[in-house]
């Protein structure tokens, strides 16, 4: 089963040793002294990693009258923080991976709320007091703990095909590829049951977004989930960092400034199974699945053609 290539394994180690070192140490602290005490409304953006959270983040941040974007939550906040979580492939299994991002009885609100402030701060500018903080994986296992942390936030959900989900997370990262087939499912089943269970205490500050329906009809979705959160559209167009979408190693597509929307990814993942493992994946989260389909007020493709 092939992983991440060497080029981009290359490309990545670059961007945390190099990039974001140097971000962190010259760019960033200039941005933190400007913020000083200012205080943010998050809108934390959750999913399985390979699920869009990327796109929703970007796509909200060229959409939003927002301060920034968060891109990498686990990677961008201080490295002493109890919420850094280093690369997936660090782990030497699935579960070490999901144990070493669970909240913790010894996290504090005041200590959560402290170490991302200060990241906001950070890597944020402008007059909104609101930020897109994407944090795949870990922003469904903590979905709870960072309502906690930012009552006034907003938790949103973007889950995608779990049969095509399942298939990228075991071809992309190692940890996954190592593991049985069974653990990513068990994994995909219960960060998503984490994020229900939290959001049932917030029903009034959680929205699940259907992928799919982002990519089909990403003015349509954007626009509903402005309205659900009563936030207001970009003043100007911020401008993205170029990150072209390569052929099975990324869902989102930014060219020109522009978002591009890949839509047969999902076809392409399901190709790329083995027999019988789209049967299996299918069969153990079906029930879950429809739990999110029917998730108050979700916003799927169904919702959008209304």
Same mark, same amino acid.
């Given at each position: 089963?092939?992983?991440? %290539?060497?080029?981009?394994?290359?490309?990545?180690?670059?961007?945390?040793?190099?990039? &974001?070192?140097?971000?962190?140490?010259?760019?960033?602290?200039?941005?933190?002294? @400007?913020?000083? /005490?200012?205080?943010?409304?998050?809108?934390?953006?959750?999913?399985?990693?390979?699920?869009?959270?990327?796109?929703?983040?970007? =796509? @909200?941040?060229?959409? @939003?009258?927002?301060?920034?974007?968060?891109?990498? %939550?686990?990677? /961008?906040?201080?490295?002493?923080?109890?919420?850094?979580?280093?690369?997936?492939?660090?782990?030497?299994?699935?579960?070490?991976?999901?144990?070493?991002? %669970?909240?913790?009885?010894?996290?504090?609100?005041?200590?959560?709320?402290?170490?991302?402030?200060?990241?906001?701060?950070?890597?944020?500018?402008?007059?909104?007091?609101?930020?897109? #903080?994407?944090?795949?994986?870990?922003?469904?296992?903590?979905?709870?703990?960072?309502? /906690?942390?930012?009552?006034?936030?907003?938790?949103?959900?973007?889950?995608?095909?779990?049969?095509?989900?399942?298939?990228?997370?075991?071809?992309?990262?190692?940890?996954?590829? =190592?593991?049985?087939?069974?653990? %990513?499912?068990?994994?995909?089943?219960?960060?998503?049951?984490?994020? $229900?269970?939290?959001?049932?205490?917030?029903?009034?500050?959680?929205?699940? $977004?259907?992928?799919?329906?982002?990519?089909?009809?990403?003015?349509?979705?954007?626009?509903?989930?402005?309205?659900?959160?009563?936030?207001?559209?970009?003043?100007?167009?911020?401008?993205?960092?170029?990150?072209?979408?390569?052929?099975?190693?990324?869902?989102?597509?930014?060219?020109?400034?522009?978002?591009?929307?890949?839509? #047969?990814?999902?076809?392409?993942?399901?190709?790329?199974?083995?027999?019988?493992?789209?049967? &299996?994946?299918?069969?153990? @989260?079906?029930?879950?699945?429809?739990?999110?389909?029917?998730?108050? !007020?979700?916003?799927?493709? !169904?919702?959008?053609?209304?």
């Amino acid at each position: 089963m092939a992983q991440r %290539t060497v080029l981009d394994r290359i490309k990545r180690r670059v961007r945390w040793h190099v990039t &974001e070192p140097f971000e962190a140490k010259v760019k960033a602290p200039a941005r933190g002294f @400007l913020n000083g /005490q200012r205080t943010y409304q998050p809108i934390f953006v959750a999913g399985a990693s390979g699920s869009g959270t990327s796109l929703l983040a970007l =796509s @909200l941040g060229k959409s @939003l009258d927002c301060a920034g974007v968060i891109y990498e %939550t686990n990677f /961008q906040v201080a490295r002493s923080s109890p919420l850094y979580v280093p690369d997936i492939d660090e782990f030497e299994s699935v579960a070490a991976y999901q144990e070493f991002m %669970t909240p913790k009885a010894d996290w504090t609100v005041e200590s959560g709320r402290r170490d991302l402030l200060d990241c906001y701060r950070r890597y944020c500018w402008g007059s909104s007091r609101v930020v897109v #903080d994407k944090g795949p994986d870990i922003n469904l296992l903590r979905a709870g703990y960072l309502m /906690q942390c930012f009552p006034d936030g907003w938790l949103v959900l973007i889950y995608r095909d779990p049969v095509a989900n399942v298939e990228g997370l075991r071809r992309k990262w190692k940890t996954f590829g =190592s593991d049985p087939l069974s653990e %990513t499912i068990r994994f995909w089943r219960e960060i998503h049951e984490a994020f $229900l269970d939290a959001a049932a205490e917030h029903p009034d500050r959680s929205i699940v $977004l259907e992928y799919e329906a982002l990519v089909e009809a990403p003015d349509a979705a954007l626009a509903a989930l402005r309205e659900r959160m009563g936030m207001g559209a970009a003043r100007g167009d911020r401008k993205l960092i170029e990150s072209p979408n390569v052929e099975g190693m990324g869902i989102r597509n930014v060219k020109g400034n522009q978002i591009g929307y890949v839509t #047969d990814a999902n076809r392409r993942s399901r190709e790329r199974l083995a027999p019988g493992e789209a049967e &299996e994946i299918e069969s153990a @989260l079906a029930d879950l699945v429809e739990r999110l389909k029917r998730y108050p !007020d979700a916003i799927d493709r !169904d919702h959008l053609s209304a």
